[in-house]
């Protein structure tokens, strides 16, 4: 025992059973589902580095295999002016809806400037 943690100083331990401590397996279409999403991520990506210029971080939160909404995807682009930068986002977005992949997986994105 770690002179940092004094023994028993949580209690006795958790009983192994206690279904917060259970997580079912997902199964191979949720499988699918969550690797569809994350295969979204990285398309999402690619076109915008092709539009904007460059990604210098993204972020995916709120992954979900299925529903409406998929989760939401934050980019961090270099924004110069704000009206070419409309220009860019709007030429993003139509290339989002047109993409085979992006169609099939709801995403919300969120265009924001990147810290440089």
């Known amino acids: 025992m770690s002179a940092f943690l004094p023994s028993g100083a949580y209690g006795p331990p958790p009983d192994p059973d206690h279904p917060s401590l259970r997580q079912r397996p997902l199964s191979p279409a949720e499988q ?32 979900r295999g299925e529903g409406p909404l998929r989760g939401l995807l934050r980019l961090d682009v270099p924004i110069t002016a704000l009206a070419a930068h409309r220009v860019r986002e709007a030429r993003f977005l139509d290339a989002v809806h047109a993409d085979p992949v992006l169609s099939l997986v709801p995403l919300v994105f969120v265009i924001a400037p990147d810290a440089d």
């Open 32 to 63: 699918r589902a969550r690797w569809a999403v994350r295969a979204a991520q990285w398309r999402a990506r690619e076109l915008a580095e092709h539009v904007f210029g460059s990604v210098s971080s993204m972020g995916l939160t709120g992954l």
